[in-house]
């Protein structure tokens, strides 16, 4: 057996958990009487290291450990190197820029507490102690050098001043360094929240850069701002942690920090001008874990707010579903619709749809899906004058003929029917006309005799005038009775019209419309000016029907029994000027208002043209003599 070539020391010290490799190596030699650690590191073979090379070197740790007569892992855990060489900072792995041993820091209030390096004044965004909350020294305030290992004690400098000082008074100790000092002396597997994630060396990256990006600093290695700028790399890491302090609600106070500034920004929109340098940021990080917990904030954070209109792929597919879904631009829009920007765009801007976008310099015009998901369905539940044919089954002359008898549905309102810009029907609506129309049907029997179809029974009656509104209309008024064609017949095409019946009701209409008298025919009957006919038939005083094929109010006629009957209940002044006891004056209506006669109508009444009275009420004044 060969013997070992590694000697033992005579003496140990017992590491202490939260020192550094480097420093125990210090107290070992001091504490075996070694002029300088670099002895120690010869007696185990590694006489080319350095100290720092020896901290963050794995293969260090056997020959150590056997010189030193430690456990490997106690060593393990001091060193600031993982076993496959990355990083680590107790126990913890951490990006390479965050942990140094070529630059020795100390708290001398610590040292005076206890003489040894803390592994955790290695790290790099660390700027005061976290226990004492004094700046971290790396100069001997003696002489003024520049702290390093090549020293016989950690207690004082190599110029012999005593580095450790008693506490006079203690600094105030950010936040960020409590957390930073808690998070290191949690194990690994007892990580919770953002840092069970990200990691504690996640925690560090994340910090450092959003520190740098909410401040607006260049983002460099942590020690070089620190050289650079000690006061800024302090504000850096309260920054940052600020940003990280209660995940994710302060990442998003973080965000709303950085849009506020969006107007400084160049730039019209998109993720740039909202979140600076963030975006840039977030797509040139390679730690995935890190970019995955961020973008999952800011997705969070974006799906709140649909508005910020980007076109950035990797944000718009990174977002969760429900933000996806928020918004959708204009363009996509009308895909969904099936309509032209043209028609979407002023009718989304009169609907208030828009949420976000000039849309000038192409920025891109934002709805939200969830409204035009809506319009959608709106807009398939409307039916235009085409498709309003079709669910009727009738042709283009008798669709304008039933709505001229005024029997179709009220016309669709609202978003979808103005995105329609023309006449149209709630589909619904149609429906429930042509199954109403179809339910008054009876079975095809053979005692109906010959049937027609809707069209040609249309064309038995046409030379009266009248149309398809007037066949539908005598059927609604259960003067037609239709007969069940088919089943499957497409809307009113399903109907048949008995011949018989619709000879009939030809002549029934024929003889109705000679025994009506137009609005003038009647005025002249009456002895009165056509106007105050008008007048009296809009006031329902004269009783008219409208008569099928004529169009609108010059539609309406009276008939000759309603005019008998207005004869009988009415009359006006004229009938009695000249009668016993009425005087010859044209301002005789005056003068029976004036004997107590209230009149039904007139000037005084409700501003029509002539004075009319209740004929009961004029006999009787006649009585009166
Ligand atoms: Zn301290
Ligand atoms: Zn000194």
Redesign the pocket.
């Known amino acids: 057996m060969a013997p070992d070539p590694i000697p033992r020391l005579p003496l140990r010290v017992r590491a202490h958990a939260d020192e550094s490799l480097p420093g125990l190596i210090v107290r070992m030699a001091e504490e075996n009487l070694l002029a300088t650690p670099y002895r120690l590191l010869e007696a185990c073979g590694l006489g080319r290291a350095t100290m720092t090379s020896v901290a963050a070197d794995p293969a260090a740790i056997v020959p150590l450990a056997r010189l030193m007569g430690l456990p490997e892992e106690d060593l393990r855990r001091l060193s600031y190197a993982a076993a496959d060489g990355s990083v680590r900072l107790l126990g913890h792995p951490v990006p390479g820029d965050f942990v140094t041993a070529d630059r020795m820091r100390i708290c001398p209030l610590c040292l005076a507490e206890a003489p040894y390096h803390r592994a955790i004044w290695g790290l790099t965004v660390l700027t005061v102690c976290p226990a004492h909350g004094v700046p971290l020294a790396d100069r ?1 305030p ?2 003024g ?1 520049r702290l390093d290992w090549r020293r016989r004690t950690m207690a004082a ?3 012999g ?1 005593v580095l450790g000082r008693a506490a006079s008074a203690l600094g105030p100790v950010p936040d960020a360094a409590t957390a930073a000092c808690r998070l290191l002396h949690t194990p690994p597997d007892a990580l919770a929240g953002l840092a069970r994630d990200i990691g504690v060396g996640g925690v560090l990256r994340l910090l450092h850069a959003l520190g740098c990006i909410g401040l607006n600093v260049p983002l460099r290695r942590p020690l070089a701002l620190a050289d650079a700028d000690p006061e800024l790399a302090a504000r850096v890491v309260d920054e940052g942690w600020r940003a990280l302090a209660d995940w994710p609600a302060s990442f998003h106070g973080f965000l709303d920090r950085l849009r506020a500034d969006a107007p400084l920004r160049r730039g019209r929109y998109g993720l740039a001008k909202q979140f600076g340098r963030l975006p840039a940021w977030l797509n040139a990080l390679t730690e995935h874990a890190v970019a995955r917990a961020v973008r999952e904030a800011l997705a969070a954070y974006l799906s709140g707010i649909p508005e910020i209109p980007t076109r950035a792929r990797d944000v718009r597919t990174r977002r969760p579903a429900e933000a996806d879904a928020a918004c959708v631009t204009l363009s996509d829009a009308c895909q969904l619709l099936g309509t032209s920007h043209r028609r979407l765009r002023p009718v989304a801007a009169r609907h208030g749809l828009l949420v976000a976008g000039s849309g000038g310099q192409g920025e891109p015009l934002l709805l939200r899906r969830s409204s035009v998901r809506t319009l959608a369905g709106e807009f398939a539940g409307i039916a235009d004058r085409r498709r309003a044919r079709a669910i009727l089954g009738v042709g283009r002359r008798a669709f304008a003929d039933i709505e001229h008898a005024g029997l179709l549905p009220s016309p669709a309102a609202g978003i979808a029917a103005d995105l329609h810009g023309r006449a149209c029907w709630p589909v619904v609506a149609l429906q429930t006309f042509v199954a109403h129309v179809r339910s008054t049907a009876t079975r095809a029997a053979r005692a109906h005799g010959p049937v027609v179809p809707l069209a040609a029974a249309t064309r038995m009656i046409s030379g009266l005038g009248l149309g398809s509104g007037t066949i539908l209309a005598a059927v609604l008024d259960g003067r037609l009775r239709p007969v069940r064609l088919s089943t499957r017949g497409k809307g009113l095409a399903a109907l048949g019209f008995p011949v018989a019946a619709v000879e009939a009701l030809g002549v029934a209409l024929g003889a109705e419309a000679r025994a009506t008298l137009s609005l003038a025919a009647a005025a002249a009957e009456l002895a009165v000016k056509p106007e105050v006919v008008y007048q009296w038939a809009r006031r329902g005083i004269l009783p008219t029907v409208a008569v099928p094929g004529q169009r609108a109010e010059r539609g309406r006629r009276v008939r000759r029994a309603d005019l008998e009957a207005f004869r009988r209940n009415y009359a006006t002044a004229s009938e009695l000027r000249g009668r016993p006891g009425m005087s010859p004056s044209r301002k005789l209506a005056l003068e029976i208002i004036g004997r107590g006669v209230v009149p039904v109508t007139g000037p005084s009444v409700d501003g029509t043209r002539q004075y009319l009275f209740r004929r009961a009420d004029l006999e009787a004044l006649l009585r009166q003599g």
Do not use: G, N, S, V
Request: with cysteine; glycine share 0%.
């Open positions: 001997c003696d002489c050098l400098c190599r110029c001043a």
